[in-house]
């Protein structure tokens, strides 16, 4: 059983019978996690999701000598890449202008994605980008790169089509693109808002769902006593870092790209309350063919070209 199969029968068994909170990516040895603990404490990513993502890809495909290729995030640290798991080339393509400052970003030198073709050298072993997925040169990375990651980007991308086509040109035959992401736009959590770290999506369920059953100006009807509201509801229907795409939207430019193998599933189950499903069954129900988009939260793909 290849790979991505193996990927799908492991779904098929923890994800659809059992309806639990599953992500797949778990290494079997999570020493390299633990040793990095400490040194990640004042970096964005986390030795439990990022490093354990890298580990699990490394015990199942290897990343020695592999080029790599990162869409979104672009915020690995040069020591983990090299000292833990003996990569070739790093290369990271980040919209980093739209986002809050990352402390690898403060640390490296950063490119302009538009500069690429006259910077980016197969021998250089670390570069960073930023710029527009949609703007990744194609003829110039043709067949460049082992493996894709990209993580918290799914919903970030304004057209995954178009990344889906880049991603599969830059991958060698035989190469892999992982990625994991959450919360998608049709979810309760899919609004996305962010206002502090106090105060946000993940530490907050007053606007579960709202984003989907409201437009704006009903939104600041309902909610108008709460908390910066204002600013709430310009993060959640003005934002333009989020794409508002559905999970089956997703599913479907997924299928539908030039993968050879392709693996899509989500790894967090959130089922809405009954009265909150049938009012977005109500409003919905001529785009969605049944309520799964509504309970997914989190999306997570392998492919293989």
Not at 182 to 202: L, M, R
Request: glycine letters at 4%; charged letters at 30%; hydrophobic letters at 40%.
């Amino acid at each position: 059983m290849n790979f991505v199969k193996r990927i799908l029968k492991f779904f098929q068994i923890n994800v659809i019978k059992e309806r639990q909170f599953v992500f797949p990516f778990v290494p079997k040895n999570k020493d390299i996690c633990n040793k990095r603990r400490d040194f990640l404490k004042d970096f964005s990513i986390s030795p439990d999701y990022h490093l354990s993502v890298l580990a699990y890809i490394d015990e199942d495909v290897g990343l020695k000598g592999k080029r790599i290729l990162e869409l979104g995030g672009s915020n690995i640290p040069r020591e983990i890449l090299f000292e833990d798991f003996d990569v070739k080339q790093y290369v990271g393509i980040d919209y980093i202008e739209s986002w809050w400052p990352d402390p690898n970003h403060k640390r490296e030198k950063i490119r302009l994605l538009k500069d690429l073709p006259g910077v980016y050298n197969a021998k250089e072993p670390y570069l960073i980008f930023s710029g527009s997925v949609n703007d990744m040169p194609d003829d110039f990375l043709s067949d460049k790169f082992d493996i894709i990651i990209s993580f918290s980007s799914i919903e970030h991308f304004s057209d995954i089509p178009l990344m889906l086509r880049k991603a599969s040109n830059v991958l060698k035959k035989g190469g892999y693109y992982f990625a994991t992401s959450e919360p998608i736009w049709s979810s309760g959590k899919g609004h996305h808002f962010w206002v502090s770290p106090d105060y946000n999506f993940q530490v907050t369920n007053d606007f579960d769902f709202a984003h989907l059953l409201y437009n704006k100006t009903e939104f600041l009807e309902k909610f108008k006593s709460r908390r910066e509201i204002n600013m709430v509801a310009e993060k959640i229907y003005d934002w333009k870092g989020i794409n508002r795409l559905f999970y089956s939207d997703i599913e479907k430019a997924v299928y539908s790209s030039s993968f050879s193998e392709k693996v899509i599933y989500p790894f967090i189950l959130q089922d809405p309350p009954v009265n909150i499903l049938n009012a977005l069954r109500a409003k919905y129900g001529d785009r969605v063919k049944n309520d799964r988009d509504f309970s997914i939260r989190g999306i997570q793909w392998v492919l293989e070209k």
